[in-house]
């Protein structure tokens, strides 16, 4: 496959939604160099804002300022990408397949309208992780796993899959979903508007009103309080899992 | 520039020209009969000719487009067009930002494109946005539809105040064509009432729709406007409201024909609905039909494709009632004295019973309608981005692809609509006929969509052999995509599927005489309901980038750009 590595810091942000493996899958290196990608509202050569350099092993992208470039992995289906170093956002967007895996922090959306594939992140996350665009619809499957914290409305609208951030989310965790599992360490004003789906968190100040206590259940073989709603949402039966509550000390 | 375009195959309906190898010239903008000397010549061997396409019914721009735009983010995400040379960027796939929405029409071959439904007040704010849609030539109508000053006066009986504003009005707004939404019913949904039939009456004011409609007709047939009356009939979508749309349309026997038709029926696709709900939800083409042949109207068919687009409308209630229907975001825009539209997005779906049927029935309408009265729409955005068009056509061509489709469709399609028994395949003439010639003639651009000596020379040549074999349904949608060459008022700006040169499109409007007390009347109108002041209302020329005239008693097109 091939390595990309980004030459200068760009005056404006880069989008490489073009450069996912099926895209790439049997190009050689001069014409990988002449693919288009956009600077701004410009449309610019890869060479132009990148080294390429034909590698063994999986797509990577590497160097200093791949914070400016947004659209990693964007409607990818297969194949994989490796990213060292903090990238910009939109990162595995409408992603639908394969894998992606992140050394460093990702920045907003990442995974956002997913329905399928694997994101690793070893960093943090920005906020609207595995969320739904704006108006749109939300992630119906795949995974995402980050080792560090996630920022605000993560998995907003979310109707499958999974999403597991290891240390703290922010606020309206799991907002009006409808399906799917979300995990994290500690969040904020969890499963706001949530119908179903599940959501399990170590600690959490207070739940919201909306939902009513169940008593306590296992799960993963782990003792949780259980908790059904939102009820602010006709119908609703979503379950949220929580350890321990109250304030932190 | 002098321009022979040459040993290409015309299809010029207007004229008479079926299929014929011709040379066309241009000169100075318009078709001349001959050129001498200092021409380019462009030899079209092997590929055909037709006038610059022309879109009757296209929502394009005002108030109810920006609104679709602020409320789809996720709708500009699915279209982003870079910049590239001295092509702007844009952005949208239902709802498409200005500049994009002239090249994505110039590149299928269309050079005119008119904007059927401004409210009133929102006429400034389209003009502005017109202004920036490169290529095509333009034009709005006003709506009139749920209009305060016109109900009282037909409470009043005083029809000559009617007449007076109208003009007025079309000056005010620098329109070019009345036209008419739901008569009555948005202003009676306000009051929290339904129009369900003709004889209805709008609550406060005491009008029928039927009142509505005639006093308009005949206030725009004492004008002698070059447009008839562009009407989206009462109870729009519902099941049954074909019947409604009869009933509309046997008003025009109470008037006499002039030199044109009495009454245009816009996206007759969602109005041509049997069955009394969803569940014998059916097509009720055949006798809509049947009315339409025998009276003195036309009609654009709204074509419904497959897949996701925005939906709007000045019918307030019918875009209130869609999105109960589908649970989904909704926005409603009250136009104070005057309308309300509703925008709401909507999906297509070809497994869905109710939209294989509605896709079918729009099909229905342009099959066994005449073709001299009918015009192929989608009602842009509505039915599907006007992007669909290949598709369509290539529909109306193809009995092999209906068959296809057919066969991929909810069931519903061919049990309950007509469309898999009608063999009938479009010619490139009758294509032409529904795309250019017809949509021209009824607006009354007598300079547009045709080639004879005079007009103005808006040309496209696609890369289609004449003879075409229609179960190549592909090549067809390849070729009227991407014109192989688009010429507008004599320059080409479309080479090969791509736009080369982006002009400015002018915008026609009429020039009207009216009675100078009808500006008093109104103007208690402005002093005693409206945010604004008359003075603020009304749209100056100087406010159009480049725009042409019709002066309406010589009902002849000076088309000369008064303001550059
Ligand atoms: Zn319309």
Redesign the pocket.
């Known amino acids: 496959m091939y390595l990309f590595t980004i030459k200068t810091k760009p005056d404006v942000c880069i989008e490489v939604d073009t450069l996912i493996p099926e895209k790439l899958e049997g190009l050689k290196e001069k014409e990988v160099k002449n693919l288009t990608i956009r600077e701004g509202k410009k449309e610019v050569k890869v060479e132009e804002l990148f080294e390429v350099e034909e590698i063994e092993g999986v797509l990577t992208f590497k160097g200093k300022w791949l914070d400016r470039v947004k659209k990693i992995g964007f409607n990818m289906k297969k194949g994989e990408i490796y990213v060292d170093g903090d990238v910009g956002m939109y990162l595995g967007a409408f992603m639908k397949g394969g894998k992606i895996i992140v050394n460093g922090n990702v920045d907003r959306f990442a995974g956002m309208n997913m329905s399928g594939g694997e994101i690793e992140i070893v960093g943090s996350a920005g906020d609207y992780l595995g969320s739904a665009y704006r108006g749109d619809y939300g992630m119906k499957g795949g995974k995402i796993k980050v080792n560090g914290d996630a920022g605000n409305e993560v998995g907003i609208k979310m109707r499958g899959g999974e999403i597991i951030v290891k240390g703290k989310a922010g606020m309206f965790f799991g907002g009006m979903i409808n399906g799917g599992l979300l995990r994290a360490y500690e969040a904020i004003r969890a499963g706001a508007n949530m119908k179903s789906g599940t959501i399990v968190l170590e600690r959490v100040e207070e739940v919201l009103p909306g939902f009513i206590y169940l008593g306590k259940d296992k799960f993963e073989n782990e003792v949780y309080h259980v908790f059904e709603g939102d009820k602010a949402v006709k119908k609703s039966n979503g379950r949220l899992y929580v350890r321990e509550i109250g304030e932190n000390k | 520039m002098k321009l022979v375009l040459k040993n290409g195959i015309v299809f010029d309906p207007v004229n008479g020209i079926n299929g014929e190898k011709m040379d066309i010239f241009i000169n100075n903008g318009r078709i001349v009969s001959k050129i001498r000397f200092g021409a380019k010549e462009i030899d079209l061997k092997g590929k055909i000719v037709m006038p610059g396409g022309f879109d009757i ?3 394009i721009a005002g108030g109810k487009e920006n609104v679709g735009r602020i409320m789809r983010p996720e709708d500009s995400l699915k279209n982003l067009v870079p910049k590239k040379g001295n092509l702007r960027s844009g952005s949208g796939k239902s709802v498409l930002s200005v500049h994009i929405t002239g090249y994505e029409y110039a590149r299928m071959g269309y050079t005119t494109a008119l904007a ?2 401004t409210p009133p007040l929102m006429a400034r704010h389209t003009h502005h946005e017109l202004n920036e849609i490169p290529i095509l030539d333009k034009a709005l109508f006003p709506l009139f539809d749920g209009n305060w000053f016109i109900m009282d006066k037909i409470v009043e009986k005083d029809y000559d105040a009617i007449k007076n504003y109208v003009a007025w009005l079309l000056h005010a707004t620098k329109g070019y064509a009345v036209k008419v ?1 739901n008569p009555g019913g948005t202003e009676a949904w306000g009051w929290r009432r339904e129009i369900e039939s003709l004889d209805d009456e709008v609550p406060e004011f005491g009008v029928t729709p039927r009142e509505i409609l005639k006093s308009i007709i005949s206030a725009i047939e004492e004008l002698s406007l070059p447009h008839s009356l562009h009407l ?1 009939c009462n109870n729009l979508g519902e099941p049954g409201n074909f019947e409604t749309t009869i009933e509309t349309i046997k008003l025009t026997s109470k008037f006499e024909r002039k030199d044109r038709p009495l009454l245009h029926l ?2 007759l696709q969602f109005h041509c609905y049997a069955g009394d709900s969803w569940k014998n939800f059916e097509s009720g083409v055949e006798e809509v039909a049947k009315i339409v042949k025998k009276h003195d109207v036309t009609i654009d068919t ?1 074509n419904l494709m497959f897949g996701d687009t925005t939906t ?3 019918d307030g209630p019918m875009e209130y009632h869609l999105q109960l229907l589908t649970g989904r975001k909704w926005a409603n825009k009250d136009v104070e004295l005057e309308t309300a539209p509703g925008i709401t997005p909507i999906f297509y779906s070809s497994k869905s019973p109710v939209n294989a049927i509605q896709w079918a029935i729009g099909l229905e309408i342009a099959l066994l309608i005449p073709t001299e009265k009918v015009m192929l ?1 989608t ?2 955005p ?1 039915g599907a981005p006007f992007t669909k068009y290949p598709e369509i056509i290539a529909l109306l061509m193809s009995k092999k692809f209906r068959e296809e489709m057919l066969s991929k469709v909810n069931a519903s399609a061919t049990k309950r609509t007509m469309l898999g028994s009608i063999d009938r395949e479009y010619t490139l003439y009758e294509i032409a006929m529904v795309t250019r010639a017809n949509q021209a003639m009824t607006a009354g651009f007598k300079d547009k969509g045709h080639l004879g000596e005079g007009a103005i020379a808006d040309v496209a040549v696609y890369d289609l052999p004449a003879d075409v074999d229609t179960r190549n349904y592909e090549d067809i949608i390849k070729a009227f995509s991407r014109a192989y060459l688009t010429i507008k008022r004599g320059e080409i700006v479309v080479k090969e599927g791509e736009v080369i040169k982006p002009v400015s499109g002018i915008t026609r409007y009429l020039e009207l005489d009216y009675d100078k007390w009808i500006e008093k009347e109104v103007n208690t109108y402005f002093r005693d309901y409206y945010t604004v002041s008359m003075q603020n209302y009304i749209v100056d020329v100087n406010e159009m980038r480049m725009c042409e005239s019709v002066a309406i008693k010589e009902r002849r097109c000076k088309s000369v750009p008064i303001h550059n």
């Open positions: 019914h296209t929502h059927p439904a939404v989206h816009t996206h709204g709007m409308t000045a729409t009602d842009h509505n």
